[in-house]
């Protein structure tokens, strides 16, 4: 299949590493968040979400944070495996909408 | 649950003809959108319907660009003609629309992709 993000930002990491991508959003009103995960050849997986009234939110091997102060949102992944390997967007969502705007992405690399 | 399915998977034409992409979403989603992906961005909404009425289509190129979901349920998309710039991921992506809640996922199909030479 075709390659996503070749011209990425890539994060390598070692497998059983703890990964942090980071994401900053543009939109101060954006009252939604979410991180989707995107293997070549694939549409983007909903990985977990995140809602503005919440700064933390974990899922099974993931967190995500959100500072609203300087608009940053961060998807941490635990004991990161090969099966994680992909490229990671995040996405906001402004009040009113149900459209989604992403970020530009980071691909992930796992090593064995 | 079955995805979202979309056909055809790859396609490949030459600039100025015609091209059509299909998408089922979800049963039972009502909200259904397509994404443009350009190699190497995120994926940019083109038009979101819910059930088969237009709800947002203000970043769709309306002079090449045009879709329709008559029935609610599937949906095509179609470029005419095509431009080398249109080379990219389409992207269906479909909803469950709950009454008063903003987060409903969207779950996305795996995409067509579009050569024009």
């Known amino acids: 299949g075709e390659s996503v993000g070749l011209h990425l930002p890539t994060l390598s990491v070692q497998e059983g590493d703890n990964s942090i991508i980071n994401c900053a959003y543009s939109n101060s009103a954006s009252d939604y968040f979410i991180w989707y995960k995107q293997e070549s050849g694939k549409g983007p997986q909903f990985i977990i979400d995140i809602r503005s009234n919440m700064d933390k939110r974990q899922g099974q091997r993931v967190t995500v944070l959100l500072n609203k102060t300087v608009k940053h949102l961060s998807l941490q992944i635990a004991a990161t495996q090969p099966g994680d390997s992909a490229v990671y967007f995040c996405a906001e969502r402004a009040p009113g909408r149900r459209a989604l705007t992403f970020g530009s992405g980071t691909r992930l690399q796992v090593q064995p | 649950e079955a995805g979202v399915a979309q056909s055809p998977r790859y396609k490949i034409i030459e600039k100025r003809q015609s091209v059509a992409f299909w998408c089922n979403p979800i049963s039972g989603h009502a909200t259904l959108y397509w994404y443009q992906q350009i190699l190497g961005q995120g994926p940019k909404l083109l038009i979101q319907?819910?059930?088969?009425?237009?709800?947002?289509d203000s970043q769709l190129p309306k002079d090449r660009f045009s879709a329709e979901r008559l029935k609610g349920v599937d949906s095509t998309l179609k470029i005419q003609p095509a431009k080398l710039e249109d080379s990219a991921v389409y992207l269906c992506a479909s909803s469950l629309r709950l009454a008063g809640v903003n987060t409903d996922t969207q779950y996305f199909g795996p995409g067509t992709r579009l050569t024009v030479l």
């Open positions: 319907f819910q059930n088969n009425g237009v709800v947002d």
